[in-house]
DNA sequence: ACGTGCATGTAAAGCGTTACATGATTAC
DNA sequence: GTAATCATGTAACGCTTTACATGCACGT
């Protein structure tokens, strides 16, 4: 699939970079929310990139020694990047979740260790989207479609839903263990034993 | 991280299975929204399990000379699922997603490819997300939280909540690709090339 | 007889994380 | 001086997909 390939072009392409300025952008900005990779990832894939002639570098030297290469895409980066954006590709089938394989065989513990991995879960959520939440503050009004910005927009309003949901579905997910559990046998036993 | 090392195991727990039967719960059950894998990672991954001692199997005859390995849970794996199945883990921090990448460049594609792309995702994820309320209506009520239906439900839960939040996030998307590139500058360009 | 589904495996290549390794710059 | 950050790489290992490979069972 070659995703990280296009994900580096595409961010060269918004603005000439590092290795280390792109493991950045992973590693803290809206991208982390649905792409990312480590620094040894990219180091390579930078080099590929400059050996096909997608990308070129100028070295810069920070201080009086460091040398550091910051990469421009090029003509054809440029034109390969594009072709890719254009790809009308199908949907992923399955986004790999632990936490909700782990609910799928919810029966199997005790309700009240499944209360308690929903609830920790559910404060990590929240603490996600508030931050997201806060992010959002700093859009007083529709960037405009030819900007970076507005990219940064559509997906971090993608973000903000996902989490929302999230949260509602571990809410939900709450109320039902509970709900459920209560009349059940299994727990009328579990009551017996701590009662 | 091993998660489809306990994925099986839990499969296995809640049914004796083959090899055939656990690819088939990834590829078309409820399982499949959040967790999957082919033959070729589970067979090995089988035979792994059962030299560990986690599961055992024993051959049936299907037909003549066909022989499949029925595969069961011992104690030990038991207790090993059980020890996953209540860690408290950190959430992921990313769900990769090729299609928010590709709108996090959307400024770089002419909108009406935008929005193109848009609708042909819509009209994929609405789908999705039918055919998931749909499988909803199966549940006329809340199972009991011991049984096995209670975690597809849960799950199932998750899957609708996520999917409407996908369609949601689409639609919003594509009213705002169209606002706001009315007014841009380059999109006046386009039109003036058009008409 | 033929096609679809059942059933089980291996091999190669690609993708991703963790660990190993090194050194300069900057702010306190 | 020392800690955090900037900066760049490689190696080993593990996870995942695609392709290679084989054969039986069942319905039409």
Do not use: C
Not at 16 to 43: C, M, V
């Amino acid at each position: 699939m070659r995703t990280l390939r296009y994900a580096i072009l595409g961010l060269v392409d918004r603005k000439p970079a590092t290795g280390y300025d792109i493991a950045r952008e992973f590693k803290e900005k809206e991208l982390s929310n649905f792409w990312s990779a480590r620094h040894s990832q990219i180091y390579p894939e930078l080099r590929k990139l400059t050996e096909e002639g997608l990308l070129e570098y100028e070295v810069e030297i920070s201080g009086e020694i460091q040398e550091k290469k910051v990469y421009r895409i090029t003509r054809r980066g440029k034109r390969e990047f594009l072709a890719w954006l254009l790809r009308d590709e199908v949907m992923q089938p399955t986004f790999k979740d632990r936490f909700r394989l782990r609910m799928y065989f919810v029966s199997r513990m005790p309700s009240a260790d499944a209360a308690a991995l929903l609830k920790s879960q559910l404060v990590q959520r929240k603490r996600k989207l508030d931050f997201l939440l806060e992010s959002q503050e700093k859009y007083q009004e529709l960037p405009e479609y030819s900007s970076d910005q507005f990219g940064d927009y559509l997906v971090l309003r993608g973000a903000i839903l996902r989490e929302q949901a999230y949260v509602d579905w571990l809410e939900e997910s709450l109320r039902l263990v509970g709900k459920s559990s209560q009349s059940s046998v299994m727990e009328q036993k579990e009551n017996a034993l701590v009662h």
